[in-house]
């Protein structure tokens, strides 16, 4: 029963997780169509963006502010990392799945029963990584276009959307670069990650999909 | 099997961990009277914390958690969420009610959200009884007690370093849960430890990330 309930907390976790791994598509800004972001998103080999992180509930008089970096390299290496105010590492590589959290001065790996669980889940939305937004049987996906270009998820399970209702990927207007991605929890509850310094197709070393420092 | 050894030294340090005696305060040495110790909120206050949860000596996660408590209606409200910002927990207690808003595995489950409120009660929140004893413990800290909820006791220690300790013990006298307070620096609530004893051993290490102002009403 325990498993089940940390089975289901991680799949929570890495449907945060794998909003991130849908930032190599922001090569396509200006394409609506869910087939077309897939064949653009080819191009992409590399990604790596910083992330600024705002979390807002009733609870708060002002947002949370968080900061990290993200890192990928196609087809299925990415480093999700946050600097502050929180210290944490979400690390997948060849199928390798690991949590990593700040404390008592050095990063621990996350064994809360979970990883199993999130690299099940990882593999799950590797649709997404491989621009098949309207491949993942979690979520239906729809393009819109206003401004920007918005990707707009919505969770098909009943259970996943009564905790998440839905999340928006907004492309920037210039090619290659992603502008936001936003995850509605509830009414009052929702974290918008916006990105800046994005780095398409510059080399990134392997190592930082295998250590944590 | 290896775990449940490591949980032993906690389990026995809090089994045999009893209500201690309070000695009156009439050694000449020590100052005939004092203002008992309350490293209480005296006002409405938004504070954000980051929390390690240990358990069987080890880190198991760390989360954020909000805590916005009024010390005049004793209303609580509270959110526990991951560095992702997924909100795992959120509920809202008054005198009155308990409101669990939201409540992620394994955050449902059985007494979680009333543990929860009664442990920031415990920190934040001055205790409603009346003052039962007031004196030194043998190793000379100060210490007042009062009645807590359900027949247990709540003592309230302070040192020569100005660093508090709540300590809540149960009907039986046995140590439930112990807050260690450094209220030494500049903000208040900067770090907090809670240890807890009986069916659920655990210990939140909590550090201030910021105090949020509070909306005129």
Same mark, same amino acid.
């Given at each position: 029963?325990?498993?089940?309930?940390?089975?289901?907390?991680?799949?929570?976790?890495?449907?945060?997780?794998?909003?991130?791994?849908? @930032?190599?598509?922001? !090569?396509?800004?200006?394409?609506?169509?869910?087939?077309?972001?897939?064949?653009?998103?080819?191009?992409?080999?590399?990604?790596?963006?910083?992330?600024?992180?705002?979390?807002?509930?009733?609870?708060?008089?002002?947002?949370?502010?968080?900061?990290?970096?993200?890192?990928?390299?196609?087809?299925?290496?990415?480093?999700?990392?946050?600097?502050?105010?929180?210290?944490?590492?979400?690390? *997948?590589?060849? !199928?390798?799945?690991?949590?990593?959290?700040?404390?008592?001065?050095?990063?621990?790996?996350?064994?809360?029963?979970?990883?199993?669980?999130?690299?099940?889940?990882?593999?799950? $939305?590797? !649709?997404?990584?491989?621009?098949?937004?309207?491949?993942?049987?979690?979520?239906?996906?729809?393009?819109?276009?206003?401004?920007?270009?918005?990707?707009?998820?919505?969770?098909?399970?009943?259970?996943?959307?009564?905790?998440?209702?839905?999340?928006?990927?907004?492309? *920037?207007?210039?090619?290659? $670069?992603?502008?936001?991605?936003?995850?509605?929890?509830?009414?009052?509850?929702?974290?918008?990650?916006?990105?800046?310094?994005?780095?398409?197709?510059?080399?990134?070393?392997?190592?930082?999909?295998?250590?944590?420092? | 099997?290896?775990?449940?050894?490591?949980?032993?030294? @906690?389990?026995?340090?809090?089994?045999?961990?009893?209500?201690?005696?309070?000695?009156?305060?009439?050694?000449?040495?020590?100052?005939?009277?004092?203002?008992?110790?309350?490293?209480?909120?005296?006002?409405?206050?938004?504070?954000?914390?980051?929390?390690?949860?240990?358990?069987?000596?080890?880190?198991?996660?760390?989360?954020?958690?909000?805590?916005?408590?009024?010390?005049?209606?004793?209303?609580?409200?509270?959110?526990?969420?991951?560095?992702?910002?997924?909100? @795992?927990?959120?509920?809202?207690?008054?005198?009155?009610?308990?409101?669990?808003?939201?409540?992620?595995?394994?955050?449902?489950? !059985?007494?979680?959200?009333?543990?929860?409120?009664?442990?920031?009660?415990?920190?934040?929140?001055?205790?409603?009884?009346?003052?039962?004893?007031?004196?030194?413990?043998?190793?000379?800290?100060?210490?007042?007690?009062?009645?807590? *909820?359900?027949?247990?006791?709540?003592?309230?220690?302070?040192?020569?370093?100005?660093?508090?300790?709540?300590?809540?013990?149960?009907?039986?006298?046995?140590?439930?849960?112990?807050?260690?307070?450094?209220?030494?620096?500049?903000?208040?609530?900067?770090?907090?430890?809670?240890?807890?004893?009986?069916?659920?051993?655990?210990?939140?290490?909590?550090? @201030?990330?910021?105090?949020?102002?509070?909306?005129?009403?």
């Amino acid at each position: 029963m325990l498993i089940k309930r940390y089975r289901f907390l991680c799949l929570l976790v890495c449907v945060f997780c794998g909003v991130f791994s849908m @930032l190599h598509h922001s !090569g396509v800004a200006a394409e609506n169509d869910l087939e077309k972001l897939s064949r653009e998103s080819a191009r992409i080999k590399t990604l790596k963006a910083d992330f600024v992180q705002k979390k807002s509930m009733k609870i708060l008089t002002r947002p949370l502010i968080s900061e990290g970096r993200f890192y990928f390299a196609a087809p299925d290496a990415l480093r999700w990392e946050y600097f502050k105010p929180l210290k944490s590492v979400v690390i *997948a590589h060849q !199928g390798n799945t690991r949590r990593y959290i700040y404390a008592d001065g050095k990063m621990a790996e996350d064994k809360s029963g979970g990883v199993q669980a999130m690299k099940i889940v990882l593999s799950e $939305v590797a !649709g997404w990584m491989t621009g098949r937004f309207d491949h993942n049987p979690s979520f239906k996906a729809v393009v819109s276009r206003k401004d920007n270009t918005v990707i707009t998820l919505t969770p098909v399970d009943e259970k996943m959307k009564s905790m998440i209702q839905r999340i928006e990927i907004t492309l *920037a207007q210039k090619a290659g $670069v992603i502008q936001s991605v936003k995850i509605f929890e509830g009414a009052d509850s929702y974290t918008q990650i916006n990105f800046n310094n994005v780095k398409i197709n510059e080399t990134i070393d392997s190592s930082v999909f295998r250590n944590v420092q | 099997m290896k775990k449940l050894f490591l949980l032993w030294p @906690l389990f026995f340090l809090f089994s045999c961990t009893t209500l201690p005696a309070i000695h009156p305060d009439s050694s000449p040495l020590r100052e005939p009277s004092f203002a008992c110790p309350s490293p209480y909120l005296k006002e409405k206050s938004r504070l954000v914390h980051a929390i390690e949860i240990r358990a069987a000596g080890q880190t198991r996660n760390v989360v954020m958690g909000v805590t916005l408590v009024d010390p005049v209606s004793r209303s609580i409200s509270c959110a526990v969420m991951t560095a992702e910002g997924l909100v @795992l927990f959120e509920a809202e207690s008054t005198p009155e009610a308990l409101n669990v808003i939201r409540a992620l595995p394994p955050f449902d489950a !059985g007494q979680f959200a009333q543990n929860m409120v009664d442990d920031i009660k415990l920190i934040f929140l001055e205790p409603q009884g009346h003052l039962q004893a007031k004196g030194y413990l043998s190793s000379g800290e100060r210490v007042c007690r009062y009645p807590g *909820a359900n027949g247990s006791r709540i003592d309230v220690i302070e040192n020569d370093s100005l660093k508090n300790e709540i300590k809540q013990y149960s009907p039986s006298d046995v140590l439930k849960r112990h807050i260690l307070l450094d209220q030494s620096g500049k903000d208040v609530y900067r770090h907090i430890e809670l240890s807890a004893g009986g069916a659920f051993d655990y210990r939140l290490v909590m550090t @201030l990330v910021e105090v949020q102002p509070i909306d005129p009403d």
